[in-house]
């Protein structure tokens, strides 16, 4: 029988988010309210959820629940039966100052929680928790915090408005910008002041100039200058440290997810 365990992954320079994973867990919760927005996923097993609009949800795997702050609710496994989930709870001031630059309204804490059973949005937000419990940095943690947010609240809310236009110059300064950042120092929020924009206005911006968020964009720049680096024969740990990352384990496993190998296998490749 598997066994049962949780995770809880919180980093005093973000601390308007924390989040929780648990495996094959049993454990069970009265009614409750948090006073975070909150997102929860179904990993594996099935489970039931009562604080939603259309009363109690058999919920499957792959679902999100989308419960705002103050809303009462519950979620159990099936009786006799163990499940995996994720939780993610954001501070709700935090999450209305963000919405309130991109133009969404408030909700309120009469508003029911709703489920999701979109796979798109699941799997983005298994790749938003497994950042934030990696080894990145805060920044690039925060900066895709806000693009999921972002995204999932326009998402809930159509019409999708058009992003926002950067002209020539105004895009051409922000990657030079961008461009000449420590990974860990770029700040999403310095960027967006510069462009006169929101921090979410910004991301969809330049995603839709460039076909990559801000943090994204500098990852690319990075692990292709990573390439050079590795292609002159300096050591991967000396190339990690060039190009700002926290450590070793964080530029490996950055660059396999851009170019689908390791540092070390694609030095290898080029002595070939």
Known sequence: MPRSHAALWRDPALAHVESRRACHSRACYKAHSHPTFS??????????FSGAAEGQERLTPGTLVLVPARRVHACNPEPGQA???QMLHVDADWLAQLRLESGLG????????????????YRQFCELNSLLFSSASSSEKDAALIAFL???????HPPLAAAPALVATALSGLVARIEGQDPAQLSLEVLAAEAGLGRYQLIRA???ATGFTPHA????????????????GQPLAEVAYQLGFADQSHFQRVFKAYVGMTPGQYRNQLSL
């Open 150 to 156: 972002g995204d999932l609240d326009f998402f809930a």
């Open 217 to 232: 964009y500098l990852l690319n720049a990075r692990v292709n200058r990573g390439r050079q680096l590795l292609g002159e």
């Open 39 to 48: 997102i929860g996923a179904v990993d594996a097993g099935h489970s039931h």
């Open 106 to 121: 408030l909700t309120g804490p009469a508003e029911p929680a709703r489920i999701c059973r979109e796979p798109q949005l």
């Open 83 to 85: 499940w995996s989930y």
């Open 206 to 208: 330049f995603r839709a």
